[in-house]
């Protein structure tokens, strides 16, 4: 079955950098575009950063443009986000995506458990 | 960017009754492009409807979407316990980002 799996989050200090994983199976990852998405704790859900089916493009909130990198590997079947200069705003749990579009829409129909980031001194 | 805005904040109904949850853009969203997703405590969200009124696999046809232009709405006809959950909307549009509401709580009265 269809499998997206986050890891990497932790606790770091202001400044501080990580990087997230989402691990996927059961389906062509190398097909789908792919996003993050965050949800700070007792928040709504925040559209974090995005990546076409080859890599070939990136697009970013401006809340982490020129801090957090998106990237994939399709031959590991993996996505990716380094998140750098973390903030204390930075503090959510991070999900991530498929990016499915059909010939009349598109939206996101498989979703990771996500993994927590909490930025502290 | 367009904002989306969910009213209410939070609706408290009873299991049985009908659900009519909102969802406004404030600039038109193409109706192929607005997706709602529900959510429970401590899980990932769900995909519901696609296409403002397409239902995603395996949900319920109490479930249904419509709506078009900056107005969409979410209808749960019979709430069933299980119904009672955090409720998003979310646009893709052509160019990001692809911004979600704030939410809608639906809880027990």
């Known amino acids: 079955q269809v499998q997206l799996v986050e890891s990497g989050g932790g606790v770091v200090q202001p400044g501080g950098s990580l990087r997230l994983s989402c691990a996927a199976s059961g389906f062509t990852f190398s097909s789908y575009a792919m996003h993050w998405v965050r949800q700070a704790p007792g928040k709504g859900l925040e559209w974090v950063a995005f990546i076409r089916y080859d890599g070939s493009s990136q697009y970013y909130a401006d809340s982490v443009k020129g801090r957090f990198t998106i990237s994939r590997d399709n031959s590991k079947n993996t996505l990716y986000l380094q998140m750098n200069s973390l903030r204390a705003e930075d503090t959510a749990v991070y999900y991530c995506?498929?990016?499915?579009?059909?010939?009349?829409?598109?939206?996101?129909?498989?979703w990771g458990q996500g993994t927590l980031v909490t930025v502290s001194s | 960017e367009i904002v989306l805005t969910q009213s209410p904040g939070t609706l408290s109904l009873s299991p049985g009754e009908r659900a009519t949850l909102s969802c406004r853009a404030s600039?038109?969203?193409?109706?192929?492009?607005l997706a709602w997703y529900q959510q429970k405590p401590g899980q990932a969200p769900r995909l519901l409807i696609y296409g403002a009124a397409s239902r995603a696999t395996g949900i319920p046809d109490r479930f249904s979407g419509s709506g078009s232009g900056t107005d969409f709405t979410l209808t749960i006809s019979r709430l069933e316990p299980e119904d009672f959950a955090v409720y998003y909307c979310q646009q893709y549009g052509s160019s990001p980002p692809w911004t979600f509401g704030q939410g809608t709580k639906l809880e027990v009265k």
């Open positions: 600039q038109s969203v193409s109706s192929s492009y």
């Open positions: 995506a498929n990016h499915r579009c059909t010939s009349i829409s598109c939206y996101s129909d498989y």
